[in-house]
């Protein structure tokens, strides 16, 4: 079903009560709602204090690497939690000092001096203002993300290249080349108490998150930055190391113009808007998928215009007062999440508890060494390199457009990167879309013509060449592998075509794999059934699920949804079905478990199957009791009345009666059976098989590809030889078997992992069915 409609309305009920006015009293929803309200606090209060936690030693680190007032990443922490909080568009977004504008920030400040990089980071915020007034947030998102990472790489590696050195107590340039030209004469000067805190720091990052058994999840409630600058401060006791010194707080002054050139200025702007608003609109995207994923989330997805007009707003107010620039982090978010946030109240209390720490606890703050704070912004940067995302631009075959933006930014700095990254994303697409690549094959008696690549008039040339050395009178078949065909290239090919089968030669157009687009007669070529997905619309409220109304408001709500959609397609075939009656070639035993749905593993349609369904899928055999001829007389009347094929038994995996059959009692003690336990007595012999056999199998049982799971599994196996043996006894069945008329199939279907077996009897292994391989007649 391509669409299902909602339940069909339920007539209201009427209930009668007595005439008494009710007693005033709180409506049942009261109670319940401030109860949320109040847990809803607690959370938002417990996570604001682990991201703020997180923030403080963080801002400084960036601040530290800028060369900025350390207090100004203080300020963007309070701002981007205060101002971005309240006015974005993704409420458990945590803003802050931006980590990947570190690099550009840093030569702002060399070239142009702090408060011009205020007045820079104010006009990036007006940008950012007026972009999210004409609503372009989702087309920034329309660049590569190959270019996006490779950006973030390209300035995690600057972060990590320039922030060594201070770990190992010398002083970063302000080129990435030159920083790493620098490491020899700087390794061969180490200063060793530095490199003590940096060692002390990293470690502490690397392993808090792996702190084993209850003492260290108690411990891991702590931020890993926060417990690595503790752990680095207090090895760096009563040793005399630069530390953080906070200047005594004061009106900060207001931003000047830097003294540059228009086009200079402009380019700066440029800069800042443009990786700010990457970073804050990625991050949101992530923020907003993590939240979505966390059981009871708020549904609503994030309004990313106004997380855009947020950011130009905090970055307006932050450069105004003497802060870094702010962009939203994955960092930061990530941690509000799984800290469990409810609310955009976590994020602007952490501003505030970071405006408190700034006026409340200098003289603390000032006891971190320097060295520590540039070790966790080194691993950020670090971390900012990320292996599974070279790993998936290069399974999209993007890896030179990542590459070329890494080196881009490394060498050249982040705007040109970025503009290099595109220049390459562009190169390679228009080379994808030009480069075609046709060869010509002979093939016995035939020739095979395969077309690599897209189809275009600057194809047609090529095309026309390769199509000119098939002789006349020649089987052809053209092999078409591309996703894309303009009409200039097909007229080419229609005009071959009919050229070449005028001359008495036959041409097959085929796609991928050679398969040809008109299927001859004996394949399956019918249009499979509209992909099926579990239809959450017709099904009832949790709470309401027991309830007959509901379910029968969703069998109606699916059958209605049939009327309209899918009657009409199907109502020909069935028309003529009733006028020709039912001739299906095969006949398909299973087990009555909801989630078999035969119809969609077999890729079949009214008419195909003729389909026995019961609890275990079995096969009494002959001289059981009366009371079991069910079956036995649907498998008579599909061999011999409707004179099917072939006979498949197909068991799954978690199949209850399995289950029921490995815990039932030992025969004769139950008093009184019940009939699902007398029915089950024609699953013992599949029982005594197994238990026969061994927990080995002794090559009665395998799967290809993996070990039998347990011995459920193993059952489900034994018993679709078991049940197979038994149609063997019945002699309609053992006739036709004899006769070369009528073919007998074993089938496992394992439910959790969609995937089909089919029983080769002559090895007892049960092979998957791939979805490449050619089609099994069952």
Known sequence: MSQIEKPL??????????????????????????????????????????????????????ALATGAPLQAGLVSAAVGGVVAGLLGGTPLQVSGAATGL??????????????????????????QLALGALRVARATLAISPAIVHGMLAGIGATIAIGQLHVVLGGSPDSSALDNAAALPGQLAHLHTTALLIGAVTVAVLAGWGRLPGRVGRWLRVLPAPLAAVLAATAASAGSSVPRVELPSWT????????????????????????VASMESLLSAVAVDRLAAERPGAPTGRARLNRELAGQGVANAVSGLLGGLPVSGGAIRGSANVRAGAATRRATVLHGVWVLLCAGLLAAVLELIPLAALAALVMVVGVR?????????VQRHREFPVYAATLGGVVLLGVLQGV??????????????????????????????????????????????????????????????????MDHAAYEALQSWTAAHRAHGGWVTLGGRAGRPLAEPTGAHSCRPWTP????????????????????????????????????PLVREELARLAREG???????????????????????????????????????????????????????????????????VCGHSGCGAMGALLDSAAPGEEAEPTPLARWLRHGRPSLARMQRIGRLGRGEVALSGRPVTDDQER???????????????????????AEGTLALHGMYFHVGEAQAYVLDEATGRFCAVHGEAAPVTV
């Open 9 to 62: 309305p339920q007539p209201p009920r009427t209930t009668h009560r007595a005439e008494v006015p009710p007693e005033p009293r709180t409506p049942p929803e009261g109670p319940r709602a401030q109860k949320a309200g109040w847990a809803s606090w607690r959370r938002d209060l417990s996570a604001s204090i682990v991201v703020f936690l997180l923030a403080v030693p963080l801002s400084l680190g960036i």
């Open 102 to 127: 570190l690099v550009v920030t840093a030569g702002l400040v060399q070239h142009y001096g702090w408060r011009a990089t205020c007045a820079i980071t104010v006009l990036a915020g007006l940008a």
């Open 251 to 274: 009106r900060p002054e207001l931003p000047a113009l830097p003294d540059a050139s228009v086009p200079a200025l402009a380019a700066a702007v440029l800069t800042v808007t443009l």
């Open 384 to 392: 900012m390199v990320s292996f599974a995302h070279i790993r998936h």
């Open 419 to 484: 503009l290099t990254g595109i220049a390459v994303a562009a190169f390679l697409a228009l080379r994808r879309l030009t480069h075609t690549r046709v060869t010509v094959t002979q093939e016995g008696e035939g020739y095979r013509v395969r077309v690599s690549g897209q189809l275009t008039f600057l194809a047609v040339p090529r095309l026309t060449r390769a199509l000119a050395l098939v002789p006349a009178h020649t089987e052809v078949v053209v092999e078409l592998c591309g996703s894309f």
């Open 532 to 567: 099926w997905r579990n239809h959450h619309c017709t099904r009832p409220a949790p709470e309401l699920t027991a309830s007959p109304e509901s379910s029968g408001g969703q069998l109606l709500g699916g059958v209605s949804a049939f009327q309209r959609h899918t009657a």
């Open 582 to 648: 039912q001739r299906p070639t095969q006949l398909f035993l299973t087990c009555a478990d909801s989630r078999l749905v035969t119809s969609m593993i077999t890729s079949s349609g009214p008419g195909d199957l003729f389909t026995v369904r019961n609890v275990g899928n079995l096969m009494p055999p002959p001289g059981t009791d009366a009371s079991c001829d069910s079956v036995g007389a649907a498998v008579e009347y599909a061999v011999d009345v409707l004179r099917v094929g072939s006979i498949t």
């Open 715 to 737: 059952l489900a196996l034994v018993n679709v030889r078991q049940q197979l043996d038994h149609l063997r006894a019945h002699g309609c069945v053992a006739r036709r078997v």
